[in-house]
């Protein structure tokens, strides 16, 4: 898959941006599946756009899946200035694409923009937050919650932020009645459905945690 050039000339613009080196990983399962082809094409356009952004290939049985927990294919993690908890399972098309562009640049840079009092209420999160964000490729809302999630990973590595393309994974969607996207689960005891504002999100993470 190659990228047509005005979006390959949008996303270099946006990775001129980068300052640490950012190591994409894609998981692949045994199964040779068109989401999984698409995946990996994606990724490997996208690494050759930046110096500064290594694509690590691995599969289900990879050490590495078991140390970061992958167990859903395809994955993609995303480790910059740390090995932030940002993992997005399915094939990141459609609007999606963008929050993984952006999200690479905030790893890369270790920062993200968040009101400074957003930032204060994540950071105090002391304890692991597991944030399910359920989305599909052409929903417009799904990727400013899906873009939330991550942001909040950054800022808090105790923030597991997992998005989810919810068409890939029926059975785990159907597990948690998703029938609206975006849908947010948090440590499986908050859920909600909708873009809500950063004030909102914030306040169901620590809902979650109390």
Same mark, same amino acid.
Request: hydrophobic share 45%; with cysteine; proline share 5%.
């Given at each position: 898959?190659?990228?047509?050039?005005?979006? @390959? =000339?949008?996303?270099?613009? $946006?990775?001129?941006?980068?300052?640490?080196?950012?190591?994409?990983? *894609?998981? &692949? =399962?045994?199964?040779?599946?068109?989401?999984?082809?698409?995946?990996?094409? %994606? $990724?490997?356009?996208?690494?050759?756009?930046?110096?500064?952004?290594?694509?690590?290939? &691995?599969?289900?049985?990879?050490?590495?899946? =078991?140390?970061?927990?992958?167990?859903? /294919?395809?994955?993609?993690?995303? +480790?910059?200035?740390?090995?932030?908890?940002?993992?997005? /399972?399915?094939?990141?098309?459609? +609007?999606? /694409?963008?929050?993984?562009?952006?999200?690479?640049?905030?790893?890369?840079?270790?920062?993200?923009?968040?009101?400074?009092?957003?930032?204060?209420?994540?950071?105090?999160?002391?304890?692991?937050?597991?944030?399910?964000? /359920?989305?599909?490729?052409?929903?417009?809302?799904?990727?400013?919650? &899906?873009?939330?999630?991550?942001? *909040? @990973?950054?800022?808090?590595?105790?923030?597991? @932020?997992?998005?989810?393309?919810? @068409?890939?994974?029926?059975?785990?969607?159907?597990?948690?009645?998703?029938? &609206?996207?975006?849908?947010?689960?948090?440590?499986?005891?908050?859920?909600?459905?909708?873009?809500?504002? +950063?004030?909102?999100?914030?306040?169901?993470?620590?809902?979650? %945690? =109390?």
């Amino acid at each position: 898959m190659r990228l047509n050039e005005r979006t @390959a =000339s949008a996303v270099r613009r $946006l990775f001129s941006r980068m300052v640490a080196d950012v190591r994409l990983y *894609y998981f &692949a =399962s045994s199964e040779d599946t068109p989401y999984q082809r698409v995946t990996r094409e %994606v $990724l490997k356009a996208l690494s050759e756009l930046s110096d500064k952004l290594h694509l690590v290939e &691995a599969d289900e049985a990879s050490p590495l899946a =078991s140390r970061y927990g992958v167990d859903k /294919f395809p994955a993609i993690l995303v +480790h910059g200035v740390e090995e932030y908890n940002i993992r997005y /399972f399915g094939a990141p098309l459609g +609007h999606e /694409f963008g929050v993984l562009v952006r999200t690479i640049v905030d790893a890369s840079r270790g920062e993200v923009e968040l009101p400074p009092d957003v930032v204060s209420a994540i950071s105090k999160v002391g304890e692991r937050v597991h944030v399910q964000v /359920f989305v599909t490729p052409t929903c417009p809302y799904c990727s400013l919650a &899906a873009r939330a999630a991550f942001m *909040y @990973a950054i800022v808090n590595l105790n923030i597991v @932020a997992d998005v989810i393309e919810a @068409a890939e994974f029926p059975e785990l969607a159907d597990r948690y009645s998703v029938y &609206a996207v975006p849908k947010v689960v948090i440590n499986d005891r908050v859920e909600f459905e909708g873009a809500v504002p +950063h004030e909102v999100f914030v306040e169901r993470i620590l809902e979650a %945690v =109390s």
